[in-house]
């Protein structure tokens, strides 16, 4: 399976201030998702970040607030833009691993632990 | 827009019991489901992955099963040992997971 690490592990940011999480993979992946998991909730995908293409984004999330780089297929970064304590979250990057006849399993990298003050 | 709902929300036994986590989904047209593990403030950690045409996958003392009609998923553990205490997630879809609430799970010596 890929293997995934995601830096900061952890921040504690101003609000108003953006925050940029990068997520690094071993092996080259088509499709990258970013999820959010609020305190105490279970996750939210936030967008699929395919290579050469914009993002997609899922309803409730704006590219403004979350813009995402994915300049090549081992590599993501999320945004958190303008940020306010309702950030306060864990934010995970995962990626889709297609092996022949199993459907795209998909692996999760350790998080960014983000508290707004 | 599919929804998925595990229970319990939160489950407390001890060592050595058989248990089972249930998971069920309102949108039967899935390509597979996915059980995860989370420990506190961590990760998921894939446990399972079930494709739509499948009805249970096995590994270690872990074994999950799918039923599709019913909209249903069940994971059971076997023997449960201190080390499984963790969130339990299931998640279904294909290429964007909808993920259930998690089902907490402490497993006392």
């Known amino acids: 399976s890929a293997v995934i690490s995601q830096k900061p592990s952890r921040d504690i940011c101003q609000r108003g201030t953006s925050l940029t999480i990068q997520c690094q993979v071993d092996?080259?992946?088509?499709?990258m998702f970013w999820y959010r998991q609020q305190p105490g909730q279970s996750l939210t995908l936030i967008a699929t970040a395919n290579q050469g293409s914009e993002a997609t984004y899922e309803s409730g999330f704006v590219i403004d607030k979350f813009p995402i780089s994915r300049p090549n297929l081992t590599f993501s970064t999320l945004t958190v833009s303008n940020m306010s304590p309702e950030d306060s979250s864990i934010y995970l990057c995962?990626?889709?691993?297609?092996?022949?006849?199993?459907?795209?399993?998909?692996?999760f990298g350790p998080g960014t632990r983000l508290t707004v003050l | 827009k599919q929804e998925v709902t595990q229970i319990p929300a939160a489950l407390s036994v001890p060592e050595g019991e058989n248990l089972v986590l249930n998971c069920s989904f309102t949108d039967s047209a899935i390509y597979n489901l996915q059980w995860f593990r989370q420990d506190p403030g961590k990760g998921l950690t894939s446990l399972l992955l079930i494709q739509s045409s499948q009805r249970e996958q096995t590994s270690g003392r872990l074994n999950a099963s799918l039923d599709k009609s019913s909209g249903r998923s069940t994971l059971y553990i076997a023997a449960s040992q201190p080390g499984d205490s963790a969130t339990y997630l299931c998640?279904?879809?294909?290429?964007?997971?909808?993920f259930g609430g998690g089902t907490r799970l402490m497993v006392k010596p």
């Open positions: 995962s990626v889709e691993e297609s092996l022949p006849e199993v459907y795209n399993e998909q692996f």
């Open positions: 998640a279904v879809g294909g290429n964007m997971l909808t």
């Open positions: 092996s080259q992946v088509t499709m």
